[in-house]
Nanobody, 125 residues
């Protein structure tokens, strides 16, 4: 089993920035593709960003392209989500997920094997 712990959420004004971190347990972090998803009250969980095991390939939802950047540091077992130009519509609980089977579908939540408990991001007007 793999444990994931998100951090870095908080309250910011529109136009501000936050950087989320997701720390993973284990010594095989580099074998996991990683993704970020978010869920707002009354809304379905939606894909935000994903990154391949090597970090060479990234994927973004259209709503965050140009504003968010996903990255990873395999030596630190950590994946990051840099969020710039935040909008009130970005308010949600953000979840980190890991895919360990090497049958990865970046945007599909059900294909991920492990999930963190989430971190709240609130963007005020």
């Amino acid at each position: 089993q793999v444990q994931l712990v998100e951090s870095g959420g908080g309250l910011v004004q529109a136009g501000g920035s936050l950087r989320l971190s997701c720390a993973a347990s284990g010594r095989t972090f580099s074998s996991y593709a990683m993704g970020w998803f978010r869920q707002a009250p009354g809304k379905e969980r939606e894909f935000v960003a994903a990154i391949s095991r090597s970090g060479e390939s990234t994927y973004y939802a259209d709503s965050v392209k140009g504003r968010f950047t996903i990255s990873r540091d395999n030596a630190k077992n950590t994946v990051y989500l840099q969020m710039n130009s935040l909008k009130p519509e970005d308010t949600a609980v953000y979840y980190c997920a890991a895919e360990a089977t090497q049958r990865w579908f970046p945007t599909i939540a059900s294909r991920y094997d492990y999930w963190g408990q989430g971190t709240q991001v609130t963007v005020s007007s």
